[in-house]
């Protein structure tokens, strides 16, 4: 069921910072293989942690701050659009890691799961900074406290994800998706992505003066000078994500 384990989530924020750093990279999908897209946290790498009693105040913090809220800040900090393509049960920090993704693709057999209170713990991983951003605090309490498999047709109609299709429809549909972005204006995307991110927190002035920057260093790429060519000229444009 995908359960992250330390291996993996150092290789995925490793693979995005590279995607960030690649200009040949113009779009990351994040999918899984197997029944599950991830299950949580693997638990049984923790079995090996101190027991309550022997802990150092400080460590599960810290633990938390290197460790899940790391993975999902690199998905947010992606300077490249991130699709989901959830096809199986994605839970706890399997969940969260694939809301912090820019757009989210569910199959009809997929399911969210908010496990932390099943388990006495308090959520972790940024959910509780995703969850009421997408749908609100009242639904995003009633995930949370409750912990109820939410299927994807009601993730859908609640927001958490923007499409469910077909299970068997999902690799080409998140392959579709990727290769639009790809062929579009990568730098419009990314300062695009980063300004809806940032407005959340923003007053309106703050937001204001964040946009007219972006726009201010995006008329400096060639992409946004083919844009604007391509409509003067009345033919479709060609990006190259520079």
Known sequence: M????????????ALLADASADPEVRAVVVTATG??????????????????????????????????????????????????AVNGTAAGIGAHLALACDLV??????????????????????????????????RAKELMFFGDAVPAADAERLGL??????????????????????????????????????SLESDRTTAFAAEAAAQEINMTTRDANEGVASFLERRAPQYEGR
């Open 105 to 138: 693709l569910a199959a009809d057999t997929a399911k969210f799961i908010e496990v932390f209170a099943r388990r006495g713990l308090v959520p972790d991983g940024g959910g509780a900074y995703l969850l009421p951003r997408l749908i609100g605090p009242h």
């Open 161 to 198: 994800v923007n499409r469910v299709v077909p299970a068997a429809d999902l690799p080409e549909t998140a392959r579709a998706w990727a290769e639009r972005l790809a062929q579009g204006p990568t730098r419009a995307l990314t300062l695009t992505k980063q300004l809806v991110n940032a």
């Open 2 to 13: 995908n359960a992250v384990t330390w291996e993996q989530r150092e290789r995925i924020i």
């Open 35 to 84: 029944k599950g897209f991830c299950a949580g946290a693997d638990l049984r790498a923790r079995a090996g942690a101190p027991p309550p009693g022997e802990r150092i105040a400080g460590d599960v913090a810290r633990t938390i701050r290197r460790g899940a809220q790391r993975l999902i800040a690199a998905v947010l900090d992606c300077e490249k659009p991130v699709v989901a």
